[in-house]
Each structure stands twice: as C-alpha cells, then as structure tokens.
C-alpha cells in the first residue's frame, strides 16, 4: 500500500470515528483528519496521481467546514482546483466554484474575482461553455471594480466583449467595448487604448449589420475623444460603413489589406471581418 493510500484510509478512520466524548470531541477530531487528508492529497502529487490528490483536498475541505475553518476550507478547495485543472476540468470547476463561495460569504470579494477570472477561463478554454465564461468573467469585473481595481475590471470585461463578439451576441460585447471605452478615457495609461475599443464596438456594430447605428457610433466616439477622427481605426470604420452600402466586396478587401500592412489585424478582428465580408457578400446575392 502507498503511502497515499495509507494516509488516506488513515484519514477516513479518524473521520468516522467517535470518540468518549462524543460531541466535544468532534471538533478536534475533524481538524485532525483535515490534516491528514491534506497529508494524503499531497502525498498523492507526489506520485502525480492528481486525481487522487484532487478528492482528498475534497475531503480535507469538508473536514475543515465541519470544524467551522472556513478559511482554510476554501483555501484548500483551491488546492484541490489546482490538482484537477489538467487532469478533470470539470471537477476543478466545482471545487473552485466552492471556494469563490467561501470567500464572497466572509467578504473577500478580491480573491473570489481572482479565481472567478480562472474559473471563467476554464469554461472558456478547457469546458467550452461560452455562456457560463462571459457571466464568469462579469462578475469578476463587478468584483474587482467595486474593490478599487479598475484596470483588471476593464481586463475582464474586455473578456466577456471578446467571447460576446464570437458568440454573435454583438450588442453585449458593444457594451463592454464602449464601457471599458469610457473607463479608459480619463487615464493616461489606458487612453491610448481606447482607439481599439472604438474599432472593435464599430465593427461589432457593422457584423451586427446595423449601419445606422454604426454611422452614429462612429461619430460618438469621435466625439468623445477628438484624436479618435485622425486615426487609420476610425478611417477603416468608414470605409467598411461606405464599402457595406454600396455592397463593393472588393473595394472592402482591399482597405482591410491596406490597414493590415501597416497594423497587424489579430485573430479576432480577422474573424469578425470576414463575417463582415460575408454579409456583404449576401447583401450582394439579396439585391440581385
């Protein structure tokens, strides 16, 4: 028998066991069984068995919550989402969802957006629940601009408006953008950022095929930051609303080629482009 196992049978005997006492002796009891699940959950690691590893922090936890430690409960929840994140997923997305609750119920609104961020990211890369990612990603945003950090709110909105876009739900990203726009106007380390928000809710607005609202959203942003009128983000906006009317896909192609030599367009705004060119291309087969 292993180590690990030894530890953990050692650990379920002391769980289960009662002692003279009988209640006043519970406590004692839970806090050393915690202990020695977490022995065996690391002595699991150490075999690599993370799997292992991932149940007996369970474990732990449980034992810690019946001892009201509820601190190091969801500490330990943690420890657990760490021993499954590559191997389960899914099991590392309840334990985490578990300790994010310990910590909003004691207040600690800081670390439960760290790990609702990681959570987010487990939905979005690992899980591929998209839905449950955006509201994830929401409410860290929520958490940490309510505790003064604005700039990983911003970076988490950001998020949820990256995965919106890709979800076509383009008015929710919009909002995020011209959020996080709005935020960032004001403060000499995020401003020159600003521009790219513009751009990314203005082709938003123009794969949501809305060019009314495109053409005034454009002009509002040029307003609320001047600088926006002269850049190369705010000229292709204008020539993608003026390419979309007249339905000319090869004048489109050849602007966004343009704009590209001499700002490398990423993964996401390529992807949203060529929805964009698509639509023009149906606009194209709808008038004839």
Same mark, same amino acid.
């Given at each position: 028998?292993?180590?690990?196992?030894?530890?953990?049978?050692?650990?379920?005997?002391?769980?289960?066991?009662?002692?003279?006492?009988?209640?006043?002796?519970?406590?004692?009891?839970?806090?050393?069984?915690? +202990?020695?699940?977490?022995?065996? !959950? @690391?002595?699991?690691? $150490?075999?690599?068995?993370? &799997?292992? #590893?991932? =149940?007996?922090?369970?474990?732990?936890?449980?034992?810690?919550?019946?001892?009201?430690?509820?601190?190091?409960?969801?500490?330990?929840?943690?420890?657990?989402?760490?021993?499954?994140?590559?191997?389960?997923?899914?099991?590392?997305?309840?334990?985490?969802?578990?300790?994010?609750?310990?910590?909003?119920?004691?207040?600690?609104?800081?670390?439960?957006?760290?790990?609702?961020?990681?959570?987010?990211?487990?939905?979005?890369?690992?899980?591929?629940?998209?839905?449950?990612?955006?509201?994830?990603?929401?409410?860290?945003?929520?958490?940490?601009?309510? +505790?003064?950090?604005?700039?990983? !709110? @911003?970076?988490?909105? $950001?998020?949820?408006?990256? &995965?919106? #876009?890709? =979800?076509?739900?383009?008015?929710?990203?919009?909002?995020?953008?011209?959020?996080?726009?709005?935020?960032?106007?004001?403060?000499?380390?995020?401003?020159?950022?600003?521009?790219?928000?513009?751009?990314?809710?203005?082709?938003?607005?123009?794969?949501?095929?809305?060019?009314?609202?495109?053409?005034?959203?454009?002009?509002?942003?040029?307003?609320?930051?001047?600088?926006?009128?002269?850049?190369?983000?705010?000229?292709?906006?204008?020539?993608?609303?003026?390419?979309?009317?007249?339905?000319?896909?090869?004048?489109?192609?050849?602007?966004?080629?343009?704009?590209?030599?001499?700002?490398?367009?990423?993964?996401?705004?390529?992807?949203?482009?060529?929805?964009?060119?698509?639509?023009?291309?149906?606009?194209?087969?709808?008038?004839?």
């Amino acid at each position: 028998m292993s180590d690990a196992q030894a530890l953990l049978q050692k650990a379920e005997k002391k769980a289960s066991s009662s002692g003279f006492f009988g209640m006043l002796s519970s406590s004692t009891r839970y806090e050393e069984a915690g +202990d020695l699940y977490v022995e065996a !959950a @690391n002595a699991f690691r $150490l075999q690599k068995d993370m &799997v292992g #590893a991932g =149940k007996a922090f369970e474990k732990a936890a449980e034992m810690q919550l019946k001892s009201e430690s509820k601190d190091e409960a969801a500490n330990t929840y943690v420890e657990g989402y760490k021993a499954f994140r590559k191997v389960d997923p899914s099991e590392a997305a309840r334990l985490l969802i578990q300790a994010i609750t310990l910590f909003t119920a004691k207040g600690q609104f800081r670390r439960a957006a760290t790990y609702k961020q990681d959570l987010a990211v487990l939905y979005e890369n690992d899980l591929n629940d998209l839905d449950r990612a955006m509201d994830a990603y929401d409410d860290a945003g929520e958490w940490f601009s309510n +505790d003064g950090a604005e700039s990983l !709110a @911003n970076k988490a909105w $950001l998020k949820v408006a990256e &995965v919106a #876009a890709l =979800k076509e739900d383009y008015i929710r990203a919009i909002a995020k953008y011209e959020m996080v726009a709005k935020n960032s106007l004001t403060n000499n380390l995020t401003k020159w950022s600003v521009k790219d928000y513009f751009f990314r809710a203005g082709l938003c607005h123009i794969a949501n095929k809305d060019i009314v609202a495109a053409k005034r959203s454009v002009e509002e942003y040029a307003d609320a930051d001047p600088s926006f009128f002269q850049t190369r983000e705010f000229g292709l906006l204008q020539d993608i609303i003026s390419a979309y009317e007249d339905g000319d896909q090869e004048r489109f192609t050849d602007k966004v080629f343009q704009f590209d030599q001499f700002s490398k367009l990423d993964k996401w705004k390529t992807t949203i482009l060529l929805r964009i060119k698509n639509s023009i291309s149906e606009e194209e087969e709808n008038i004839l």
